[in-house]
């Protein structure tokens, strides 16, 4: 939904990036590089879409982080190092240890999944799988087509069908109060107040009037498709993107970064146990950790950079 | 799948379905496997995202393979609309959404296939208005199912193109025997396939080696939110089945999308 640096490379690249970002929080379990993770997906989040990912951040996974934290300890009481007991169960470090890294792996997880939501606007994730997934990809891309539109007729469809929700007996009376009353009737909404089971009826009726519109609409758009040559060969897309020489060093660089961690991960580097006693896996985990956070922050990375150039480019003027 | 053949005998069909299903679930039990014996730290997480893309996979394979036709992806669309903007619509009740209901009917109107994607896809465009997060393969997979159920059970039934109830329900699409399999479904499937899957992400990643208390813990916290699911799908499907069942059948009737 943004137009950043970062969206001027290949949507395969961004869609690596994301996917790469993802599953390397979830497989390295390991405070620090949880915390890298967690800052660099807060960062590009803020990067990418200002105080509206900050905003989301403390409305949504900022509480399901809390309640990890709070929650293992509570469940969990593995561990060697009491801090207090509630009643008769211990509550220990180690399982407080644990619920922070959930928390940071949750929290890491889902500002991805933001950022990933930012960038991956439909258009762009039809380039990725247009080709290997067709149907599905259209599918999808129809679906996020044609959801504003069903609000929208949603919304008239609901204030078409207002006066419908009143009972007649009250009609009546609004008639037979008539002209006395019409002083009041501008600020009457009180009269009105619906009860939960009203606005269940209405919402229903509303979606039963959407399924009629939607489902006579898709016809229309499925019979226009058939007449512009859907399904045929040599189809093309939207837009053009190419390959560019920067997209296969950016996309090289972070299937290399991602194999550095992977093998990282692979030679215990990156161990680490809570239970019984929270352990280490010995090794010095700083150049690993490195690696990893170049990794996360290559979008961060590209966007800096470029407004680096952009006002070097204002100040030569 | 009414169109779905497409031309291609359908004995091709049924083997490339079973060569699919088959992977997947030989892929799935190998995971299993490894989980139980693997001393990696979190394998059942590990495993159960694997299964998870295993059972997803072979539908979506399959339902390329089909090559479906522009309107039946359109209906397909259609549905998951419905399905999302109801979720978003009765978003002021929590848990007390439409979403179930409309992919049940997606499956008795549809089919089996057409049931998975409509469910499986609800749940991944839904997301991105409610959070997406290591939970959407679950939900994906979870909803799918309950859609593709609902096909196996109900589709030659209840279907398109089925023979009307007889008696008094002879405009209605369906007889008061089926609305009452319909309702008992939709309440079980809320606990079987949303409650049961949905929670084991939650369950799983909770901790790092699950046990069955940890497990039951989850799904006993879960169940007042399953309850009111189904409580909510049963509402749902009572007032909406019959009448949204026709409409769909009346727009395949009337565009000949029947074979």
């Known amino acids: ?101 959930t928390a940071m792996m949750v929290g890491a997880v889902i500002m991805w999944s933001y950022c990933y939501t930012q960038i991956m606007t439909s258009d762009r994730f039809m380039a990725v799988f247009g080709k290997i997934a067709p149907s599905t990809s259209l599918v999808f891309s129809m679906i996020l087509r044609f959801l504003p539109r069903a609000r929208r007729q949603a919304g008239k469809i609901a204030s078409a069908q207002e006066l419908l929700f009143v009972p007649p007996e009250e009609v009546a009376a609004e008639i037979e109060a008539g002209a006395a009353n019409a002083a009041d009737e501008a600020d009457g909404q009180t009269s009105r107040e619906q009860t939960k089971t009203t606005k269940i009826k209405k919402g229903m009726r509303v979606m039963s009037v959407l399924t009629t519109w939607a489902l006579e609409n898709s016809i229309d758009t499925a019979d226009s498709m058939r007449a512009r040559g859907y399904g045929l060969a040599g189809r093309t897309m939207y837009r053009k993107y190419r390959a560019r020489p920067a997209d296969i060093i950016c996309g090289s660089l972070i299937l ?20 019984p006693e929270i352990e280490f896996g010995g090794r010095p985990v700083l150049p690993a950790c490195i690696l990893l956070a170049a990794m996360y922050a290559v979008p961060l990375v590209i966007e800096v950079w470029e407004d680096i150039k952009w006002t070097r480019s204002l100040s030569k003027i | 799948m009414t169109e779905a053949a497409g031309g291609k005998p359908n004995t091709k069909k049924h083997v490339r379905d079973a060569l699919l299903a088959g992977g997947g679930i030989i892929l799935s039990a190998a995971a299993m496997l490894w989980a139980a014996t693997t001393n990696v730290d979190r394998g059942y997480m590990y495993a159960s995202i694997l299964i998870m893309l295993f059972v997803l996979v072979p539908f979506y394979v399959s339902f390329e393979k089909d090559r479906p036709y522009a309107r039946q992806i359109v209906l397909i669309a259609v549905m998951v609309t419905i399905a999302v903007a109801g ?173």
């Not at chain 1, 290399?256 to 809570?274: I, P, T």
């Not at chain 2, 809320?190 to 901790?207: E, P, Q, Y």
Request: one cysteine or more; glycine letters at 8%; aromatic letters at 14%.
């Open chain 2, 87 to 259: 979720r978003a619509a009765f978003f002021w009740i929590p848990q007390f959404k439409p979403i179930i209901a409309v992919v049940i009917i997606a499956g008795v109107a549809m089919g089996a296939q057409a049931g998975f994607v409509v469910g499986s896809m609800s749940a991944f465009v839904s997301n991105f208005i409610f959070g997406q997060g290591p939970w959407t393969p679950f939900q994906m997979v979870a909803w799918g199912l309950i859609g593709m159920v609902a096909g196996l059970l109900f589709y030659r039934k209840m279907g398109p193109g089925a023979k009307a109830p007889a008696g008094p329900d002879a405009d209605r699409q369906i007889g008061k025997g089926g609305l009452a399999a319909l309702l008992i479904y939709g309440a079980v499937s809320c606990f079987i396939f949303h409650g049961a899957i949905t929670d084991l992400w939650t369950a799983l990643s909770l901790t790092d080696h699950p046990t069955l208390g940890v497990i039951l813990t989850v799904y006993g916290t879960g169940l007042i939110a399953d309850a009111v699911l189904a409580a909510a799908t049963v509402i749902f499907l009572l007032l909406m089945a019959r009448p949204m069942l026709k409409k769909l059948d009346r727009v395949m009737k009337k565009y000949g999308m029947l074979e």
């Open chain 1, 256 to 275: 290399a970064l991602l194999a550095a961690s992977v093998w990282a991960k692979a030679s215990g580097v990156w161990d680490f146990y809570c239970y």
């Open chain 1, 1 to 101: 939904m943004i137009e950043t640096a970062f969206t001027k490379y290949h949507p395969v690249v961004n869609f690596i990036f994301f996917i790469t970002a993802i599953v390397m929080t979830v497989v390295i379990f390991h405070p620090a590089a949880l915390a890298v993770s967690l800052a660099a997906s807060v960062a590009s989040a803020v990067k990418f879409s200002g105080k509206k990912a900050v905003k989301y951040f403390f409305a949504f996974p900022f509480f399901v982080m809390i309640l990890s934290m709070i929650l293992n300890p509570l469940f969990v009481h593995k561990g060697l190092t009491v801090l207090f007991y509630i009643g008769e169960s211990p509550v220990t470090v180690e399982a407080f240890a644990y619920g922070a890294c």
